[in-house]
């Protein structure tokens, strides 16, 4: 069974820091692109973070501009992982964090998984 499975979520105080985990089991996604996206009550879910693949064991990282600077996303192929280390967080941040691992054809067709989120909660 191909799971993403997600860790890390929790309540910080805001300008606090929390590391989310993402862990990939039941096949490899070393050629997918596996980044971050978020969804805050009451709101559509966004992008966060990417790694997108660009061969071998290298990825180019992107980030939505409201992160950028402060969260760091990483990429570990050997266990099949991917990280978002949050710094600086806002209360604007609260959301329901979820993994995402896609992988798109020549031909347009999309291989995509999900995981089924963890809660990030930062108090003013």
């Known amino acids: 069974q191909v799971q993403l499975v997600e860790s890390g979520g929790g309540l910080v105080q805001a300008g606090g820091s929390l590391r989310l985990s993402c862990a990939a089991s039941g096949r490899t996604f070393s050629r997918h692109d596996m980044g971050w996206f978020r969804q805050a009550p009451g709101k559509e879910r966004e992008f966060v973070a990417i790694?997108?693949?660009?061969?071998?064991?290298?990825?180019?990282?992107d980030y939505a501009d409201s992160v950028k600077g402060r969260f760091t996303i990483s990429r570990d192929y050997a266990e099949n992982t991917v990280h978002l280390q949050m710094n600086s967080l806002k209360p604007e941040d609260t959301a329901v964090y979820y993994c995402?691992?896609?992988?798109?054809?020549?031909?347009?067709?999309?291989?995509?998984?999900w995981g089924q989120g963890t809660q990030v909660t930062v108090s003013s």
């Open positions: 995402n691992a896609e992988r798109r054809s020549v031909d347009g067709t999309s291989d995509e998984y």
């Open positions: 790694t997108k693949y660009t061969g071998g064991n290298t990825y180019v990282a």
